[in-house]
């Protein structure tokens, strides 16, 4: 269950996506009692943002549950993202939403994080999204830094295209160990645009988040996700399969550059499906394309 980003590290092949987590309505406690469970089941990376749920205010739900047991933080893998800067009621002086990598920015933004996170150091923090009047070489030297304070081990990227990567990696003395972007069977525009192409290349795994489209994966609202629904529907009774999302995981983990999948959910049923859909068998070559070609995309 683990993926080893580079020799220091790994991160389990399912990461607990922690966006959603002010919906899920959990005490402290109960955060504490979710997180051994995971660790229980081999799931020891949790996802975050400064932005879910407002604010650092998901990373402060976490952030309660470790000062509870301190003890969890050394048997986790934590990941948070900045650079996308938001108006909200602590700073009334944004008005627009865009990206920031502004070397004060992210200082600050990641010493926010690590107050309500509650711990010591970041396992990986990612650039949240290609901040297009960036300066390369002042991204470099704020890593540099928050790495010699020992506030970041590692850092990744997150909806970077192969050349926003690429670009950003000229500059860097740190060696970005992961992309994190959207894939999933309704939008694979980072199959078409190269960047999965772009992991295997580079050695990296992607960290694919949405992979059930947010939900609207088993909800179809048009002919093509129709198409999409039955598709995966077949290939989920060919393989004798509990439930569609097993299909979808199946096909996400199918590509070489070994990819991990950041869960949307807290169901622990949900999870278990997922855990499962990790092992036994896989989808053949064959089921994985049909997935594309009975939808109807255009794939040459
Ligand atoms: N880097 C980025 O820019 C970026 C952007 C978006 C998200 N992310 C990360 O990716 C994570 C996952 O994204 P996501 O929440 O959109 O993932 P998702 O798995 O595509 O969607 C999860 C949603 O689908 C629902 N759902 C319905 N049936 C389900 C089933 N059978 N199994 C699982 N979920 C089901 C879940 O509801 P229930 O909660 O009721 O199960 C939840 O609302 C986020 O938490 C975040 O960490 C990163």
């Known amino acids: ?20 987590m002010n919906d899920w309505n959990l005490s402290a406690e109960q955060v504490v009692e979710f997180i051994e469970w995971c660790i229980e089941r081999g799931i020891t990376t949790f996802d975050h ?15 309660e549950a470790l000062q509870l047991k301190p003890s969890l933080r050394e048997q986790i893998e934590i990941v948070t993202k900045c650079a996308i800067s938001v108006p909200n009621a602590r700073n009334p002086h944004i008005k627009t939403r865009y990206f920031n990598t502004d070397k004060e920015y992210i200082l600050t933004q990641v010493n926010d994080s690590l107050d309500k996170l509650q711990c ?44 926003e990567f690429d670009t950003l990696q000229k500059y860097s003395d740190v060696p970005f160990v992961t992309n994190q972007f959207m894939l999933h069977p309704l939008g694979i525009q980072n199959y078409q645009n190269g960047a999965m192409t772009h992991c295997l290349k580079e050695g990296i795994s992607p960290m694919i988040w949405s992979p059930l489209a947010g939900g609207r994966i088993f909800k179809p609202t048009n002919a093509f996700e129709e198409k999409m629904h039955n598709v995966l529907e077949t290939i989920r009774q060919e393989l004798g399969l509990e439930h569609l999302d097993e299909v979808v995981y199946k096909w996400i983990f199918k590509h070489s550059s070994n990819p991990v999948i950041v869960l949307g959910t807290g169901n622990k049923e949900r999870i278990e499906r997922a855990i499962r859909s990790a092992e036994g068998p896989e989808l053949t070559k064959e089921q994985w394309y049909k997935v594309l070609v009975e939808a109807g995309y255009t794939l040459w």
């Open 120 to 163: 010591g150091y970041i396992d990986i923090l990612l650039i949240h999204m290609f901040d297009l009047l960036i300066d390369p070489r002042e991204l470099n030297e704020t890593l540099l830094q928050l790495q010699s304070e020992g506030k970041v081990k590692y850092f990744g990227l997150s909806n970077h295209s192969p050349l």
């Open 49 to 63: 943002a400064d932005i879910y749920g407002g604010d650092h205010r998901n990373e402060g739900l976490f952030g």
């Open 1 to 20: 269950m683990k993926i080893q980003l580079n020799e220091q590290l790994s991160i389990s092949k399912l990461v607990i996506g922690c966006m959603r």
